[in-house]
Nanobody, 125 residues
Framework: QVQLVESGGGLGQAGGSLRLSCVASGRTFRLYNMGWFRQAPGKEREFVAAISSSGGSTVYADSVKERFTISRDNAKSTVYLQMNSLKPEDTAVYYC??????????????????WGRGTQVTVSE
């Protein structure tokens, strides 16, 4: 079993930057593909970015491409989401997910996976 804890959210300004972290428990982090999803008030959860277990492949939603960067440090069991050029529409609760079978690499939430509790990101004008 994997437990995930996100951090790094908070209040950002449009055009600014924030970096989210997601730390995983357990010694099997390196086996999991990792993803970030977000959910804004009144909207469905949507895919943001994903990274393969080795870190060799990354995928991004069109809405964040060229602005956000996903990375991972398997030695620290941590996945990061560097968010630059923030926009008010990036305001959401951000969740990380651990996916053994790779659904996140297609932009899909895994039918079986481990989710964190989320961290709030609010971007002001």
């Amino acid at each position: 079993q994997v437990q995930l804890v996100e951090s790094g959210g908070g209040l950002g300004q449009a055009g600014g930057s924030l970096r989210l972290s997601c730390v995983a428990s357990g010694r099997t982090f390196r086996l999991y593909n990792m993803g970030w999803f977000r959910q804004a008030p009144g909207k469905e959860r949507e895919f943001v970015a994903a990274i393969s277990s080795s870190g060799g492949s990354t995928v991004y939603a069109d809405s964040v491409k060229e602005r956000f960067t996903i990375s991972r440090d398997n030695a620290k069991s941590t996945v990061y989401l560097q968010m630059n050029s923030l926009k008010p529409e990036d305001t959401a609760v951000y969740y990380c997910v651990a996916d053994l079978r790779g659904h996140v690499l297609s932009g899909d939430p895994p039918p079986v996976g481990y989710w964190g509790r989320g961290t709030q990101v609010t971007v002001s004008e």
